[in-house]
């Protein structure tokens, strides 16, 4: 699995012109699921995005997690994180997994963050959803974490 990781001071996710989720600060996760990802590497993945310390402490250090500073979290699913561009223009993306399974570890990947920074917390787009996500990249800081076995 792979998580492009946005420290946001706002965003959101807006499907045919409704606003469907929005959240202040925190982080934007793009969310990739790969072919032979497991639940384990799911919820390692998971803990490792809340706990990862990329907000600012009173002397402006990255030292705070996402719970530290109280924030919440928006994820938003995305297969082209596993697109593969080393031949031709047109990217394949035959390493990003299956929908079906897609979307179960998406959801619990979802169910993990819930469960670790609560469901208040916590705000998603909608899988297979043609989606405008907006955001406010605060920093800008953008962090890939990628599960073990990636």
Known sequence: MRALIQRVSSAG???????????????????????????????????????????????GKMNLSLKDVNGSVMIVSQFTLYADTRK???????????PQIAELLYDKFITAMQGLLGKEKVACGVFRAMMDVALVNDGPVTVIVESKNS
């Open 13 to 59: 996710v807006t499907i045919d012109g409704q606003l469907h989720s929005h959240i202040g600060k925190g982080l934007l996760i793009f969310l990739g699921v790969r072919i032979g990802d497991s639940d384990a590497e799911c919820i390692n993945l998971a803990e490792k995005c809340a706990f990862l310390r990329i907000f600012e402490d009173p002397e």
């Open 88 to 98: 031709g223009n047109r990217p394949s993306f035959i390493e990003a997994a299956p």
